[in-house]
């Protein structure tokens, strides 16, 4: 598609033409429209809010204050509630310490994944033995 055509459907999507995309060179701009629809707006095998929950996530870390804004109202517009929202930016936070704790420790990679694959072997044998139950 040349630029024309691809403004016409990004403002028959939005409402008006947001300026980054604006900024899109003539040459890029039907390729970066067509992978923004593929990853932020088509179904795909993670439901719409809960991709954008990761997209706070993510954002939260990186500390895009774009990312931030858009991520949390588009998840709103598909049922995301403030707790959600919360928990998202909670769990990136967690993860991103955890992150800079053992890596600045330099726990080594293997005893890492062999502690790992143990406790993720204890609790799929308690939830099966409780299962059974």
Known sequence: MNRKQVETEIQDTFGLIPTMFKTIP???ISSEWDLFKKVQLD???IPQKYRELIGIAISGVTKC???AYY???V?????ATD???EAAIHYAKQSAGWSSYINGLQIPFDQFKSEIDQACEHVRSHSTQKEMI
């Open 83 to 85: 707790e959600e929202i």
């Open 26 to 28: 003539d040459q890029m």
């Open 71 to 73: 991520h949390t109202e």
């Open 43 to 45: 179904d795909g095998p």
């Open 75 to 79: 998840a709103k517009l598909f049922g």
């Open 65 to 67: 204050r774009y990312c």
